[in-house]
């Protein structure tokens, strides 16, 4: 399987050379699962698209494709200059939702393994870092554990951290769905 040709068009958004390798090589090393797995395990949570086998990728490219078109409005012209580590981190945000081993069900605390991972795999720790703090705030309000509603997470603190939480939380409203043929 070559898991970087699911994501060729989004990692056409990522403009310095560096980071693109970077992003390539962490999809790489993303586990087997995370190609073949639904966004939400009980379907309670995204939209149909997101549902069913590839759902998980199918929503991972609506996060990143959502970021890259609002990044191209004046409100979020300050962020633009981050646009590299904002795609690279929605390609990776729940690239280990079901854990480093796959357990049948997502891990509340999915966005902390998927930055630790991240920090583990990736050789530039300067960037690592970076796109780890993206990745630990993606969930936004729902910071804490499923079962027992501890926080277990941090909330969003930049508007980098918040835009990325929103474009995730963008691609899993059930109300809205996504056109990929665009």
């Not at 962490?26 to 966004?39: N, R, W």
């Not at 409005?73 to 854990?99: N, R, V």
């Not at 991240?118 to 993206?134: G, N, P």
Request: glycine share 4%; with cysteine; net charge negative.
């Amino acid at each position: 399987m070559n898991k970087i040709e699911y994501f060729i068009t989004e990692l056409d958004f990522i403009d310095d050379p560096k980071i693109k390798e970077i992003a390539q090589n962490l999809i790489g090393q993303l586990p087997d699962y995370f190609f073949e797995v639904a966004a939400s395990s009980t379907g309670k949570y995204h939209p149909k698209y997101a549902l069913g086998k590839e759902g998980l990728i199918r929503h991972t490219k609506a996060a990143v494709r959502i970021a890259n078109d609002l990044l191209r409005l004046e409100m979020f012209k300050g962020l633009s200059e981050k646009k590299d580590l904002i795609i690279t981190a929605l390609l990776l945000h729940d690239g280990w939702k079901h854990g480093r081993e796959y357990n049948n069900y997502a891990q509340s605390n999915h966005p902390l393994i998927a930055a630790e991972m991240v920090e583990e795999l990736c050789e530039d720790k300067e960037i690592a870092t970076q796109l780890a703090t993206l990745i630990k705030t993606h969930m936004g309000q729902w910071n804490t554990d499923w079962k027992t509603g501890v926080e277990i997470m941090p909330k969003p603190e930049t508007k980098i951290q918040s835009f990325v939480h929103l474009c995730d939380y963008l691609a899993s409203r059930k109300f809205l769905e996504f056109n990929f043929e665009v």
